[in-house]
């Protein structure tokens, strides 16, 4: 028998969330009690009292007990593709904690290499010297070769660096990809070798890493789906909703686009992801490839839906400043100054290609995310953003990724060009990253340039939208020590403050995780803040994190997600 529900119960509310504390980031970040919900959008947001008159016969009440309810997170640049494959059961995870030695990880690569295949490569990803005990108790102790060819030495073994920007591999690897004392650094690249016999010792950096990367067999399409549904799973267990992959290639994009197809409708696909295309790749002639791929390919910005689109295109402009290779104006302590890694044989055919592919992607309705540390990358890419807009203007919101150590006088500039302009330019910072790396901030650059890493304060007072993220799988895609690190400004390793007149508030910590990715993406009127008519997305957390010991911050648990109205995580503590 069919019951008649009558219309009123139809126009009543699928699912109300009432007794909370709703931090709503809004534009005051006004705290309401209770939230209404209509299929995937939200429809009311207010008191308790107020929502419960929006419950009828069918709708499912959530008792938030008191807790605290945040929009769903954004994290608004990793490489979640990327992030999914290095990981178990497809590379070691060689991390701390999970590893807190080089003997740690000499073990499980024997313990790989006694079990895999001959030929097999043998991957890994995450190492650090800043947490490995023998780097820690000799700073003159570093990966080597030799270390890995004493528990592999038949085998490829390529573990990658915590930052994506060095690997250190066994002589097999060198041997397959015919890496000599001969081999020359290539333009944006450098072999480390030892001082007395000139060979190398197994540590190739940016570009000198290629000829053994690319040797490494490709991920099967199976391999790649499996991964991606058990990263999109455990990043709803985050309270993440929404991410940018930045440098989505060809396998990546098909793959994210394969699972759509063939398993939205199983519920596997918890997150909203945005794309940021590698049109060019990192070889050489990437303006030519953009150019070729631009000829047959009419995507803009933006195209897709709201659970997968694409947003626009990702550079690569520069190195990373712990490894001195990002391009400042003021030398690191070693007296370098970092490089560009765009093609060119000189610092000025460098960034004439990097403008090029700028003034390309935008003329083509693409927005673009630059990878750019350095101070003198991140001025280029700026001012070549604000040219574009100035001569050719649309809404194109293009960002600097990473942003490091964008000057005091740059983001004035953006700052002003933001209050003049109908059409405006971002940031993106990565606050979790300062939090585990400051103290060595203070051995690359000295410990005043370090304070001033991530100038968040800085950043935010120019009125600028500035995204926040993990860059994973440089580190776990955790938001919490993002926000603990942002409003702290303390060393994890240590405690110790660097740059506390850079601190920001929980609050606006809060807001660079939510509205302002949503910015980022197009997307602040859908998503990024619970108001009435965006989408139901929800993090569920067990403390008032507008109050709690900010030291508390990296601990507060996640109780339940929610994207689009739909529970995508429940901690089964609620
Ligand atoms: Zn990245």
Redo the contacts with the bound molecule.
């Keep these: 028998m069919i019951q008649n529900t009558g219309l009123s119960d139809l126009m009543m509310a699928d699912l109300v969330i009432i007794n909370g504390k709703v931090i709503t980031v809004d534009d005051n970040i006004s705290i309401a009690q209770a939230v209404a919900v209509k299929g995937d959008k939200i429809i009311a947001v207010g008191k308790t009292d107020e929502i419960n008159t929006l419950a009828g016969k069918r709708t499912k009440t959530f008792d938030l007990k008191g807790n605290t309810m945040l929009p769903g997170i954004n994290d608004t640049?990793?490489?979640i593709s990327d992030w999914a494959l290095t990981r178990p059961p497809f590379m070691l995870d060689i991390r701390f904690p999970v590893v807190k030695s080089i003997a740690d990880i000499l073990q499980m690569v024997a313990e790989k290499a006694a079990v895999s295949k001959p030929g097999e490569w043998i991957l890994g990803e995450g190492w650090d010297e800043g947490y490995l005990e023998e780097c820690l108790a000799d700073p003159d102790y570093k990966p080597s070769r030799e270390i890995l060819d004493k528990v592999a030495s038949q085998k490829p073994v390529v573990l990658t660096e915590y930052s994506?920007h060095r690997i250190w591999v066994n002589s097999k690897a060198l041997e397959l990809a015919g890496i000599t004392k001969d081999t020359a650094d290539p333009v944006g690249g450098r072999i480390e070798r030892s001082p007395g016999t000139g060979e190398p010792t197994g540590l190739p950096y940016e570009k000198a890493t290629m000829p053994v990367k690319q040797l490494i067999p490709p991920w099967t399409s199976k391999q790649r789906k499996e991964a991606l549904l058990g990263a999109i799973a455990e990043l709803s267990s985050l309270g993440i909703v929404s991410f940018t992959d930045?440098?989505v290639d060809r396998e990546k994009w098909a793959c994210y686009n394969d699972v759509l197809n063939e398993q939205f409708q199983d519920g596997g696909w918890t997150c909203r992801v945005n794309m940021l295309l590698m049109l060019g790749g990192f070889g050489k002639s990437a303006l030519g490839a953009i150019k070729e791929a631009l000829k047959h390919v009419g995507c803009r910005y933006n195209f897709g839906n709201e659970w997968l689109k694409v947003g626009g295109a990702k550079l690569v402009a520069d190195g990373i400043p712990p490894l001195k290779t990002a391009a400042m104006y003021e030398p690191y302590l070693d007296g370098t100054h970092g490089l560009l890694v765009t093609e060119g044989d000189t610092f000025e055919e460098q960034e004439w290609n990097l403008r090029e592919m700028i003034k390309l992607l935008h003329g083509n309705r693409l927005q673009v995310g630059i990878?750019s540390c350095g101070e003198r990358t991140i001025d280029i890419c700026h001012d070549q953003y604000m040219k574009c807009i100035e001569e050719d203007p649309w809404d194109a919101r293009h960002y600097t990724?990473?942003s490091d150590f964008t000057r005091p006088e740059t983001v004035e500039k953006i700052g002003d060009f933001n209050r003049r302009s109908p059409y405006q330019v971002g940031l993106n910072v990565q606050s979790p990253i300062k939090w585990t790396i400051s103290d060595f901030m203070a051995t690359v650059v000295g410990p005043e340039r370090a304070g001033y890493h991530w100038p968040l304060r800085t950043m935010l007072d120019s009125g600028t939208h500035v995204g926040n993220s993990s860059?994973a799988p440089?580190i776990y895609p955790d938001w919490r020590p993002g926000v603990q690190g942002a409003v702290l400004r303390e060393s994890k390793a240590t405690g110790k403050p660097s740059g506390p007149e850079q601190c920001v508030s929980v609050a606006e910590a809060i807001a660079t995780y939510t509205i302002n990715g949503a910015w980022l993406d197009h997307m602040e009127n859908a998503k990024g803040s619970i108001e009435a008519g965006k989408f139901a997305d929800f993090c569920i957390i067990d403390e008032d994190i507008l109050t709690i010991d900010p030291h508390k911050i990296k601990d507060i648990n996640i109780l339940m997600t929610i994207a689009g109205g739909r529970v995508v995580y429940d901690s089964g503590a609620l």
């Design positions: 640049h990793c490489h994506g930045a440098g990878h990724i990473h860059d440089v």
